[in-house]
């Protein structure tokens, strides 16, 4: 079977820049992914695939080569776009802790600065698991206190939905995010992993916001198992997915399924695109796998970045969807 292109822009001549037409290093997303396998011997460049040999068509990956990988993202990416610091926030959750791991070690700790975000009513566990992610790192950080900011706006609006505040609290976290990203020439490093990003389970411009996601290819299972290869504190690992948005709040009662069980099926309907009835035949009920890809259908507008009307000849993310913006 004949493979598809690596990106929208296979087909395109390749980018040029600098003096001589000399292709720029770095120039596309695969760069990383060249770069960690490119000077490695053939016998060794096969073990060292994201998906282990024994275990293609499940959910287990190449913990090593993902780690690796991804490192490679970030640093790349990161100096691609000019800059050598990063920003997260560290919320006490194992996402947020996996995504400052990887920072720290494609960055250096003394490049990046994990911001611990709390409201008012989140769980004191919640910031001391904040804590330890950022001395077991060694990394910078410090603490704002949302409330005064989050208060002020629904007190004066008379907002007391749980979700529109929630909604409010994660994108005043990316408020103060991009703001120290401006203050310390830095990029800001997503948390959202491809579970919550498929489902929509995120807040559009809020926790769904960055310049760089390491995590947005990994399911939830991907991103419990890459801790444990990291070393995340093994509490953070082990308690319940939550945003913390409200007193008792957890991801998977919101969702009505585990991640685990969610992951299965994203993997055999995205991965693998399987239709519904080899999904049902597989195991899985109807009314589950309907109302996830109902949940991936209506959530698309998350994924993407804001339609534009086509009016010229090359209309950005319709056909012009360079990765640089440089080569024009």
């Excluded at 990416?77 to 070690?105: M, P, Y």
Aim: charged share 25%.
């Amino acid at each position: 079977m004949k493979k598809p292109p690596l990106s929208a822009e296979a087909d395109c001549p390749p980018h040029r820049g600098g003096k001589k037409g000399k292709a720029l290093q770095g120039e596309d997303q695969f760069s990383h992914i060249r770069r960690a396998t490119h000077f490695q011997s053939a016998p060794h460049r096969a073990t060292m695939e994201t998906f282990h040999g024994d275990h293609k068509g499940s959910l287990k990956l190449n913990m090593d080569f993902v780690q690796e990988l991804l490192v490679q993202f970030l640093h790349d990416e990161t100096r691609n776009a000019g800059f050598s610091k990063g920003v997260i926030g560290i919320s006490g959750g194992v996402d947020s802790a996996v995504s400052a791991f990887l920072a720290a070690q494609a960055l250096g700790k003394e490049n990046t600065l994990g911001v611990l975000m709390p409201y008012k009513s989140s769980s004191p566990e919640s910031l001391k698991d904040a804590q330890a992610v950022v001395k077991q790192l060694g990394v910078k950080s410090e603490t704002v206190d949302i409330s005064p900011m989050v208060d002020a706006y629904c007190e004066a609006h008379k907002i007391s939905d749980n979700i529109r505040r929630g909604n409010i609290m994660a994108r005043m976290r990316m408020i103060v995010l991009y703001d120290i990203s401006a203050r310390e020439s830095a990029l800001v490093i997503g948390t959202s992993n491809k579970t919550e990003i498929m489902v929509g389970y995120g807040t559009i411009y809020g926790d769904t916001a960055s310049a760089l996601n390491p995590l947005g290819d990994l399911y939830k299972t991907h991103v419990w198992a890459l801790a444990e290869k990291l070393d995340v504190p093994k509490g953070i690992i082990d308690k319940k997915p939550t945003a913390d948005l409200w007193t008792g709040q957890t991801d998977e009662d919101e969702l009505g399924f585990t991640y685990r069980e969610l992951d299965e099926l994203l993997f055999r309907m995205i991965d693998e695109r399987r239709n519904d009835e080899e999904l049902v035949k597989m195991g899985f009920k109807s009314d589950f796998i309907q109302k996830v890809r109902t949940l991936v259908r209506k959530n698309q507008f998350k994924r993407r970045p804001p339609v534009i009307a086509k009016i010229s000849y090359r209309t950005l993310n319709v056909d012009f969807r360079y990765v640089r913006d440089w080569g024009m």
